[in-house]
């Protein structure tokens, strides 16, 4: 275990390799090679390390390695030592979160390498090596995130897989939207930055520390903030911004989707199955902090079920298979902070366990996907592959029946007990995400049925018998049809299907960890990670305790004894077996439901998808274009200051007629009321603002005079001010 | 006030009168050297073996018509070469030419003023002379000395670097700056530093012929390529500045080789003393002939060399002398340090 | 006496030649006047027994970054006179009086109420560039070794922005 | 080229440097009117005619005879190769027979006008690049010869010392071995350049990969003597158009390698070598006879044209001359002179260098602009 | 006798000067020039001061202040002539792309 420090190490070596000497020197299969290699070495590293971990007992799993000193203690007789005194040491820690991200990241990591080496088998060769040393450097700065042992390695490991993210979106960075959207995920990630940083500014000034350890405990006898809005919920809250930045919830969640531009493999790894996990991951880690801020943890409830809420049903209507597992990824991240919210830490974990695992299934699937149709991503030109891609099918549907939460695969388990949970806080919130529930089985079951089902809509290829196709050329990277033309969809090559194989079974498998006591499972997982979400110090922040110890349902006084502060959120109530059946029936309900009502909407009658588009033409257009939100942070975010007035009738054009037209259907009187108001009043209003901030600027400009010698001059007056006072008033 | 006013007086007058009666004979020597080298003569007509040809020469430049040059700048052009010599000729203020001789029972110091920087002084002074160069070129308003005068003043400030870095290296084993120090400091270590640092005295050698814009480094000059430099338009008197100055620079660098690395006015190895008998020369006439030993190299290597090229001469200063002169410190430091 | 005769006549000396400065009609003549200035104001440290600092601002003042100016005056070769154009908005006299304004504020705070600074008085001794030297690499190692960074930095800066595109 | 090279840094513009006519560097009259971009030389034009005389339209309506006094005046530092040439060229016009004595002291003359030639180059050269003692060494070496002219014809600079069909007068007695003596003194010297420039670092910098020129591009723009042979192009007309006596000598070809400037003062300084060799042989084995042929005291050649080419010093010194065959001046001459055509080689040679090379490059192919402009 | 208030009153007039100087002067070279001024009047003051208290921080700070006027005058003289390549002026009063 002191050997944790090799495992983000490894990859970082790889990526050093591959970035500096490989995509000068390196071919192909050795850049492919050193990559793998470095995944490989990291990913054995990692299981023999959660082994060791396993093998220790339940109340010492965790061990801290410190390298050396980042900031080292500065020798400076300044004050009382009070600058000298900030240390950071290099350290990484292993405790059972951290062991079970790093699994996940190097699992993950390390199939989604063997699978790009074979998707990405088309680029050029420095571009190949370049896409490989990227992707050990996201594996390396994403192991730096989970195995830090405090705020500020973490932060680096942040912002590092923040960097890797923008470069990946952009790996193709001739195409324009790809690099837009490369710069509009690490812009929109900086805002959330700035929280985060803010928060471990705050940390600091309150615990005088940033080691996560430390801070916990420290955190762990303060009261909890249930009444007031104290210094636990501001940084909390700081904390949260910089999750819903980098784990895309609202109002960031926006760069996900356009994220999508980077190369399919990035999309599963980094913005499915690690990287978004890292805001959860660390909510997870600062669980301490969280459970004493329970206003905060409401705000990250509602939050999460908003997002998954918004998402799905954005979800839904959506035509680019991409872009529909995005939006699932952002609606699976909402679910995530809903267990976090409600303080089901480990709920959450295991859910974020489980969506790594199917979610880089279905995005490396629909890579293959995209593979077979020679880039194509619009699924309304896809349609009946499922005999030309067996294995991406059968994969596929795996995928999909976990995400829908169909027992008994992995999704079902942990969202189920998303579920469990949320209904045993807040009602509402369980209602809105049963039925984002079955949203999410609808729009997965839509996409396989518009994939695989039905007539095949795509191009032909025999006819034209070449690759003169408006599909290939839409693709950026023309996925490795180098030489030929495109001879139809085809399955992918072996070094594709067996990750997609390897996760499929991971995408079964991984639920049964956390098989509930309700199923007459011991929910291991739960156990295991329940030391990382408390403080070792045993004072009880309340009166609570008694309620957790009841509410974990589980005989281990030890264990609930050294927990008690941990998970202690309040959730007083406890629901008898049967109800907890009952709800878990409900949400395979849910599940069957909404694949059955897609089945019947895209596969045995397509029509009707096509009347209740026109039916509910305004929502629908609504939902395709993704509530305008892009639009509205294009007006009034980016355009800055001077665009404040146009940006506000931006939004009047585009969210209020938007929402005109989506309510056109209430009754045509209606609607001209409206109009009308809307002309008068609402445009009138802003137009006003907009016409006074114009007039305004017009005047205060020519202060401007862009002579240097004026501002000089002022700064003068501000002299001859300050010196006019001390003669005189003094 | 004898002390105070009579006895500095005498000793200032005393080394300009060394100073300009030594820039005369050195030019002189110039011709005389480069003709021996190349199997002539030489002056010969004007005194005994052409000894006061530059006495003839000088008068005939105070002589001749000063022109100036229409749209010069003529309060720059007039200045100018007063300061490109002044610097010059200050810069002696600081150089011990003898040790302190008591004469007439009044003690006369060796040099004009003792000051505690003395060397720090000398290497500021010297920088000075760049603006009578830069300034003469620039007043002229003519293209030729313009660019000469550039090429001059950038050529004297790249070697300036590497020489002072040599400084820097006396001044690590003396551990003084005042000129007095250092040679004390000589006598102390019973060697000269010259034999200390030969890697230093090299390159304030070929520093040295670089900063005075002497063969091979006389591209300011080049009468091939640039006409005469910076002072092209100059004639008469003025020229006869800027002329003086130049050899004047000449003896400053010598003066400060022979105190920095020749032992100043010590006879060669002091501390031996079976070669005491050679303390019975004075010391001022050890500093002579060191201060015109070294010279002569300077004339020698003009016999002998061609010209370099601006963009080598830059090349070499930059890329050698100057590296080289920073390791030869580092490695006297380390020496210093461990040892 | 002969302290306040050398103050009086380089403090004479200082600000005319600093007037001359902010007057000179030509660029040239302004650095001149200048390095002048500058020389003035080395003779002044060595009447404050700073002879090392005068003998730095000689050398790099006088023989550095004057002579900096002065190539750049020379480079830039002008077509049209420099103060050709005028902008009218420039409040160029208002500064003046308020500099002024500000001077006499100053010097009004100065005699009339200012005293020496009470403070533990050291001793400088005669040898001034061990001193300094002293103070410089041990309190001042880091603001010292900063400066160097600094200057580093800015030649770098300087020789990109002045070299050519290529 | 120009996007390559780093540009100095004290260059706002183009410029145009007008270098001469009165510059101590161009020997002579050349103006060169050099565009620079900063130090570096983009382009150059030379600006010739400033020594313009008329020789070949004055030859027409001088006579024969009178004409070689002419020739003495274009390339002024090689008078007697001028004259050699010449004279030769009406020879074969009028097909005339020149004694064998004649032609051998012809090539003694020729030899030593060679090495008097190659000194001044190699002093003035020398000498733009700032070592003036070469420079004085060459032209102490040059008065030798100088004195030996002086002796054979009484001129030291313009000798008019060859008539048509042999030569005006024997040589003096004792002179052979005076130019023996000459030889072993100038062999003796020889290491005395060397040592000053061949392996001088200095040297080699200015000179080494300056001003290359490869042997095709030296053929193409018709470059003869030591800029053509320093390029690696073994073409000597005494070797390949024997004239004079030199069939009967024994002696190398000097050749470059790279066609830098370099090489060209390498070859220059081993014809040095080869010409005292031939001088030796020349002297040793003049043959005792006539120096002057059977003339018609009124030179009319017939009716005819001819072109005849030597190896002056400077490179192929060629004339044509027309004769009508009734008058007794040439109806046309048309000299082919060497440094002319070697000429039209610098604005290729100078382009990308800097200005301080110009000098050198000007001084390495050597031209005399009293051939150059006539 | 001199004290301290002596070259204060010096400082506080060279330092005037420099602020006259920039905020008349057209030509930026004579701009920075007068900046040059402001920093030695500075310098006066703080080599005043050490003289004053005997001690040698003053010095070391005047060491600092003319280590950041070489920076200074090297980068400011580097965008003067960039900005001169580009438009053939030193005019500051053409130099007004920042405004609006």
Known sequence: MDLIWLIPLLPGLGALVNGLVGVRAFGKRTAGLVANAAMAAALALALYAFWQLLSLPADAREHTVRLAAWIPPIPLALGNGAIGGFTVPWGFRLDPLSGLMILVVTLVGFLIHVYSTGYMHGETRGAYARFFAYLNLFAFFMLVLVLGDNFLVMFVGWEGVGLCSYLLIGYYYEKQSASDAGKKAFIVNRIGDWGFIVGIFMVYGTFGTLDFRAVADAAGPMGVEAAGFGTLSIITLLLFIGATGKSAQIPLYVWLPDAMEGPTPVSALIHAATMVTAGVYMVGRNAVLFSHAPMTMEVVAVVGVATAFMAATIGLAQHDIKRVLAYSTVSQLGFMFIAMGVGAFAAGAFHLMTHAFFKALLFLCSGSVIHAMAGEQDMRRMGGLKPHLPITYATMLVGTLAIAGIPPLSGFFSKDEILYRAFLDHKVIWGVAVATALMTAFYMYRLMSLTFFGAYRGPAWEAHGGRADHGHAASGGGHGHGGGGWRGPHESPRSMTVPLQLLAVGAVLAGFVGVPAALGGGNAIEHFLEPSFVARTAAPPGATAPATHEARGLGEAAHAAESKGGEGTGHAAHLSRSAELGLMALSVLAGIVGIAAAYRIFVRAPEIAETLARRWSGAHRVLSNKYYVDELYGATVVAGTMGAARGLWAFDRSVVDGAVNGSGWLTVSSAWVSHALDKYIVDGLVNLVGAVLEAGSFVVRRVQTGLVQNYALVMLFGVFAFVSVYLFVR | MVETVIVPLIVILTVLFAVLTTVIFMVLLERKVQAWVQVRYGPMRVGYHGLLQTVADVLKLFLKEDITPARADRWLFTIAPLMALVPALIAFAVIPLSRDLTLFGLRFPGQVADVNVGLLYVVSVGTLGIYGIILGGWASNSKYPLLGSLRSSAQIISYEIAVTMTLVTVIVLSGTLSMTGIVHAQLDKGWWFGFMQPVAFFIYFVGGLAETNRLPFDLPEAEQELVAGFHTEYSGMRFAFFFLAEYTNMIVISAVATTLFLGGWLPPFPNVAWLGFLGVVPGWAWFMLKTFGFLYVFLWVRATFPRYRYDQLMRLGWKWLIPLSIANLVVTGLMKVLV | MAEAAAFYILAALILGFGVLVVTAKSAVHSVLFLVADFLCVAALYVTLQAEFLAVIQVMVYAGGIVVLYLFVVMLVNLKRPPDAQRDPRRLGRLGAVLAVAVMVELAAILAVGWSRPEGEAGALGPSNVAQVGRALYTDYLIPFELASILLLVAMIGAILLARREM | METETPRPMFDTDEMVLNMGPQHPSTHGVLRLVLKLDGERVVGCDPVIGYLHRGIEKLSEHRDYTQVVLLTDRMDYVAAATNNLGYVETIEKLYSLEVPRRARYIRTILAELQRVASHLLWLGSSAGDLGALTVLLFGLRERELVLDLFEEYCGARLTYNTMRIGGQPVDVPPDWGRKILAFCDEQERKLPDYEDLLTNNRIFLQRTKGIGVISGADAIALGLSGPPLRGSGVARDVRKDEPYAAYDEMDFDIAVGTEGDTYDRYLVRLEEIRQSLRILRQAVDGLPEGPVMGKVPRLIKPPAGETFHAIEAPKGELGFFVASDGKSVSPYRMRVRPASFCNLQALPRLVVGHLVADVVALVGTIDIVLGEVDR | ?100
């Open chain 5, 1 to 100: 006798m001199i004290t301290a208030t002596h070259y204060l009153l010096l400082s506080v007039g060279l330092f005037s000067l420099g602020v006259i100087g920039v905020l008349t002067r057209r030509n930026i070279i004579i701009i920075l020039m007068s900046i040059e001024l402001m920093l030695n009047a500075v310098n006066i003051n703080l080599v005043a001061f050490s003289h004053e208290l005997q001690n040698v921080v003053g010095q070391a700070f005047a060491v600092f202040v003319i280590v950041i006027a070489a920076a200074e005058a090297a980068v400011g003289l580097g965008i003067i002539l960039a900005f001169y390549r580009n438009k053939e002026t030193v005019n500051i009063d053409e130099m007004n792309l920042l405004r609006w």
